[in-house]
């Protein structure tokens, strides 16, 4: 009975969740009835030669949401014209994932020429990868189209930084129609996945407010000092990866946040989520519920991500080559 209530809930829940409209579960339906199978059966049988990569792969869907809506943005190739786009900004430091999308996208267009969008393609692998690697299911609504541009300098101001303290992390989501709910559990998609030291050393670890040799005081002492013995010892270090959430950084769990309580978060935006008592609540909240609801919640989150400024009908296009425009 409680869980048929709690059935009901959720499932009032996921019809309020505000939709552009346009997105609708099972687009292809018609027009490439065995797109979504192509794409399951794609992952299902290589991601787990490369587990790591979905973490990749949901980190893409994510940048390529938050830059000019979720349209594929984020594999566009540089043009001969020269501008730099966000493929190569500098958030952007793992590019296995380009790869795998690319790979996907060619069954699809051998299936159905012309009709699957890149932009769908990513979302779906993304949902596809992290539940074949043992993570929350989230429904994806499909009918997202292309987009014809990609600016580094935009990826740059819009992707969030890990050196963001909660007022920014709070303005940047709300800028995509997200709320602070939304920002505590997406964040837990750092519950699994690997950082490179640049990403984060320098200021936590090296030199915190550009003082050398000061260590960010928001950061657990122990945890720190081990990072700095052992991982990131030398400033700008491209090259040496750390756990975000060392030992069960292959687990889609609620241990980030456990970690996050003992002030281990890795980044400054992971450690900021507990300086907000709406936010500290939240995750007290995650931590004593079941891993089932934090699951739920999740992927409540991820379907609203997945339909930040989305194009659909006649704007931009369908793309044949994730890496650039048709024309
Ligand atoms: C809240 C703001 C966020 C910031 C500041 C942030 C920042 C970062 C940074 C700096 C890295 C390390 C990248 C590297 O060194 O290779 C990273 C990794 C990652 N992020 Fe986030 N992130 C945020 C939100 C998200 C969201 C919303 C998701 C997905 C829903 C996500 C999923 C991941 C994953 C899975 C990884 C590991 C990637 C891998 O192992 O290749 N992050 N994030
Ligand atoms: C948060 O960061 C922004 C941008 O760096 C800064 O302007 C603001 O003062 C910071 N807010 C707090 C509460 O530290
Ligand atoms: C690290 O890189 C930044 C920017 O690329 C540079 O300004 C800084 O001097 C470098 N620091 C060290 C210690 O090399
Ligand atoms: C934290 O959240 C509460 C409630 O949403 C809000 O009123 C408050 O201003 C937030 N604090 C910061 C530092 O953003
Ligand atoms: C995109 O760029 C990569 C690397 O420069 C290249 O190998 C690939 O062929 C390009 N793709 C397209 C479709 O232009
Ligand atoms: C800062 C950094 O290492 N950025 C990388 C982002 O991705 C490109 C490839 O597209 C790499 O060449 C960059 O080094």
């Avoid at 499932?11 to 939709?19: E, F, M, R, V």
């Avoid at 700008?236 to 687990?251: F, L, Q, Y």
């Avoid at 935006?269 to 995650?286: E, H, P, R």
């Avoid at 609801?293 to 991820?302: R, T, V």
Wanted: proline letters at 3%; a neutral charge; aromatic letters at 8%.
């Amino acid at each position: 009975m409680i869980k048929m209530i709690g059935f009901i809930i959720l499932s009032l829940l996921a019809s309020s969740i505000p939709s552009q409209a346009q997105l609708q579960l099972g687009f292809y339906y018609k027009s490439c009835p065995k797109a979504e199978k192509i794409v399951q059966d794609f992952v299902n049988k290589h991601i787990h030669n490369a587990p790591s990569l979905a973490a990749t792969l949901i980190r893409m869907h994510f940048h390529d949401c938050f830059v000019r809506g979720c349209d594929a943005s984020i594999l566009l190739n540089s043009t001969s014209g020269g501008q730099a786009v966000e493929r190569e900004t500098a958030p952007n430091l793992s590019v296995r994932g380009y790869d795998f999308i690319d790979r996907v996208k060619s069954l699809l267009e051998a299936e159905c020429p012309g009709i699957v969008s890149c932009a769908d393609t990513i979302a779906l692998v993304a949902r596809d990868a992290i539940v074949a690697t043992g993570g929350p299911f989230w429904r994806v609504p499909t009918g997202r189209r292309d987009g014809l541009i990609s600016l580094q300098s935009e990826a740059n101001a819009k992707i969030p930084a890990p050196f963001d303290n909660f007022t920014t992390l709070e303005t940047r989501f709300a800028s995509k129609g997200l709320d602070i709910k939304d920002l505590v559990l997406l964040s837990g998609a750092h519950t699994i996945g690997i950082a490179h030291c640049s990403t984060f050393a320098d200021r936590r670890l090296l030199s915190f407010s550009g003082v050398l040799g000061v260590v960010d005081p928001s950061m657990d002492g122990e945890y720190a000092a081990n990072l700095k013995a052992n991982k990131c010892k030398t400033f700008n270090d491209t090259r040496t990866i750390v756990e975000m959430d060392p030992g069960s950084r292959k687990t889609f769990d609620l241990s980030y946040y456990s970690l996050l309580l003992k002030r281990r978060g890795l980044f400054e935006s992971d450690q900021a989520l507990t300086t907000n008592a709406t936010s500290l609540a939240i995750i007290n909240q995650l931590l004593q519920g079941s891993l089932e609801n934090f699951f739920k919640e999740f992927g409540l989150s991820m379907e609203k991500m997945g339909q930040i400024e989305v194009k659909t009908g006649t704007q931009g296009e369908i793309r044949k080559h994730c890496a650039r425009a048709n024309s």
